[in-house]
């Protein structure tokens, strides 16, 4: 999951912040070019003539800030939270086999069990594909 996606493009807020915040960043190349520090990877700095200088001190630019990382803390939380509950899920799923494999006695990491369950595989979809197409 991106979390660029859990942030709405059109609520009015997040595109207040997001002018201030590229206000700012246009202002600082800018004022880098006019010293002479221009990065070279640096975008053309004169693309907007109406640049604003950012204020650090401006409490509406730490709110814009806040809330745009407050969106991808949170939208990386949940990320994790559904990658580790998947790889709980698959843990238990794998004991649960392993365990199932050990009470019966099958050795699960025999090759030739292996090629019976690969033919096995390989015969149930050839056959799921070609009832399909009917």
Known sequence: MDPAEDIDLNDPEVQKAATKIQAGF?????????????HPAAPDAHEDDEIAAIDLTDPDLADAALKIQAGFRGARARKDKQKKEQEEAHDKKHNEV?????????????????????????????????????
């Open 98 to 134: 392993y365990a199932a494999a050990e009470e019966l006695d099958i050795d699960l990491d025999d090759p030739e069990l292996n090629k019976a369950a690969t033919k096995i595989q390989a015969t149930f979809r050839g056959h799921k594909q070609r009832a399909g197409n009917h």
């Open 26 to 38: 246009r202002g600082l190349k800018v004022r880098k070019e006019v010293k002479g520090q221009t």
